[in-house]
């Protein structure tokens, strides 16, 4: 079944907003194959082709209603930032055991200054990051009290959950795999795996850069 966030004129803005379902098969809807991606491999994706499709009427959310609503809370919603830091508590772990385990002149890897620096950052970005989302999904679970997600400041604290806090905790593992020397790098001890699946963070949902310019579109007009 296809959710199909869509417009009947791009110049009405919000109020040209659809989402229509189709479900599949379906007569003029086709897809490609599906992409080999570095992760997230269990989940499916794939092109998909529109030639003339018909639906009824009530399969779908028509303009000028909640289409619009749905759209931007499905976009702004913080389960980017949730992933990404489920994803970094895995490679920690992965990397506390190992570091543990495994004696380096005399003590086990995780006793050198090195690796507890590297190890204490990546519990400081999943630490901070689980504040962060779980703060963003209050507000975004009571407009009532702060707003709807889309208005005032609030945009800025839902970018950066979509954006900056999936960086971070990219980043985190990134420099946690030589921690490991090559297996950190082989498929055995999985750590491979959180890098290669949080990478997504960084590019679904519109992707790092253009919802980091949503975040400076809260401080000024920017004309991008
Ligand atoms: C595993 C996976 C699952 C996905 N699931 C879904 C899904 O369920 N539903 C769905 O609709 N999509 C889905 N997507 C698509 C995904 O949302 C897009 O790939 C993502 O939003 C980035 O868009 P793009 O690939 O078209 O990149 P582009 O838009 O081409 O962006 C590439 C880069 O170009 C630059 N850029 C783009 N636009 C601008 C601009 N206006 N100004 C300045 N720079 C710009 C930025 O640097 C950007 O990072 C999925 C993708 C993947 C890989």
């Known amino acids: ?26 007569l003029g809807l086709s ?5 080999n991606k570095t992760g997230v491999r269990a989940d499916a994706n794939c092109a998909t082709f529109f030639d003339n499709v018909r639906v ?5 959310i028509g303009p000028g209603g909640m289409a619009a609503t749905l759209f931007h809370a499905q976009l702004l919603g913080p389960k980017n930032a949730a992933f990404a830091v489920g994803n970094l508590v895995g490679a920690f ?8 385990d495994r004696i380096a002149h005399d003590k ?10 590297i190890l204490g950052r990546m519990a400081s970005a999943f630490a901070m990051g689980r504040y962060y989302y779980l703060t963003a999904a209050h507000i975004f679970d ?7 997600p889309w208005e005032g400041y609030n945009p800025v604290i839902m970018n950066v959950a979509k954006s900056y806090v999936p960086g971070l905790c990219q980043s985190a593992i990134d420099e946690a795999i ?4 090559s297996f950190g790098y082989t498929r055995d001890y999985h750590l491979e795996k959180y890098w290669r699946d949080g990478k997504i963070t960084q590019i679904w949902i519109g992707g790092e850069h253009l919802n980091t310019f949503n975040v400076a579109r809260g401080f000024y007009d920017l004309e991008l």
């Open 93 to 100: 772990e992965t990397v506390l055991e190992y570091t543990g």
């Open 1 to 26: 079944l296809y959710c199909v966030p869509c417009t009947i004129d791009p110049n009405l803005g919000d109020e040209g907003i659809c989402i229509i379902y189709v479900p599949y098969p379906w």
């Open 56 to 60: 009824p009427k009530e399969w779908g």
């Open 31 to 35: 897809r490609g194959k599906n992409e």
């Open 178 to 181: 030589p921690l490991m020397g």
């Open 108 to 117: 086990p890897i995780r006793q050198h200054a090195q690796a507890a620096l």
């Open 142 to 148: 009571h407009p009532e009290i702060y707003g709807l």
